[in-house]
């Protein structure tokens, strides 16, 4: 079983709508991560949490420590913003505090 | 400030053929490491260095070998390609903020086994 469990493997929305995306995690963290992957490009970070919220623009990050439980928001849809959105937490567990356990995914799909 | 780059983008190789993935951070990051990305799966790490003359392997090493004599470099030699090895592969920097580790990612480079 996966560490970090995202849902929903894939989403379409229209233009414009209010869209979530949930990340579930089974071990403690120090910290979990938001990325941003676009259609054959590369990784770009967009959050990093350890507690409470984050905003950025359109973008808002959550998570609650005691659930292990993360979600993104994205406010006012727009098709730039599809692509695949990444949650990666840092556990706590022994030995280099560096390495990330990434989930599988999520595809959004911004339709105009 | 260039960040993290990648070098190649693309490449095909041939069953047997042994090649070197570049990459370079101009951020004076202390970590850096290499992940592959395959469909349906997560990002996995390969190999991962804390600093200079230091590396480690990671969750899916074999086939693979790493070495970091400089803070800026960190290639990824793959031996004897195999087609089992076509993937795109991430390199990655990492910087302490306040106690807690940021990451820049490479653009990727999309590797095709024959």
């Known amino acids: 079983k996966n560490e970090v469990e995202q849902s929903p493997q894939n989403l379409t929305a229209q233009e414009g709508e209010f869209i979530t995306i949930n990340c579930s995690y089974s071990v403690g963290i120090s910290a979990l991560h938001w990325l941003q992957q676009h259609p054959g490009g590369g990784i770009v970070s967009l959050f990093m949490l350890s507690s409470g919220k984050k905003k950025h623009g359109r973008l808002i990050a959550t998570i609650n420590i005691q659930e292990k439980h993360s979600s993104l928001h994205i406010t006012a849809s727009h098709p730039r913003d599809s692509a695949v959105y990444i949650c990666?937490?840092?556990?706590?567990?022994?030995?280099?505090?560096?390495?990330?356990?990434f989930g599988k995914g999520t595809l959004l799909t911004v339709n105009p | 400030n260039a960040g993290v780059t990648q070098t190649p983008k693309f490449q095909v190789l041939k069953t047997g053929q042994s090649m070197t993935l570049q990459c370079a951070q101009d951020?004076?990051?202390?970590?850096m490491s290499w992940y592959r990305q395959d469909p349906g799966m997560g990002l996995r790490l390969i190999h991962y260095?804390?600093?200079?003359?230091?590396?480690d392997q990671g969750e899916v090493p074999n086939g693979y070998n790493v070495s970091r004599s400089t803070t800026e470099d960190f290639p990824l030699r793959l031996l004897s390609a195999a087609p089992s090895q076509t993937s795109v592969y991430f390199c990655a920097s990492s910087y302490r903020d306040r106690g807690y580790y940021g990451y820049t990612f490479g653009s990727g480079t999309r590797l095709t086994v024959v």
């Open positions: 951020m004076n990051h202390e970590y």
């Open positions: 990666a937490v840092r556990p706590n567990s022994g030995g280099s505090n560096y390495k990330l356990t």
């Open positions: 260095s804390v600093g200079a003359g230091i590396t």
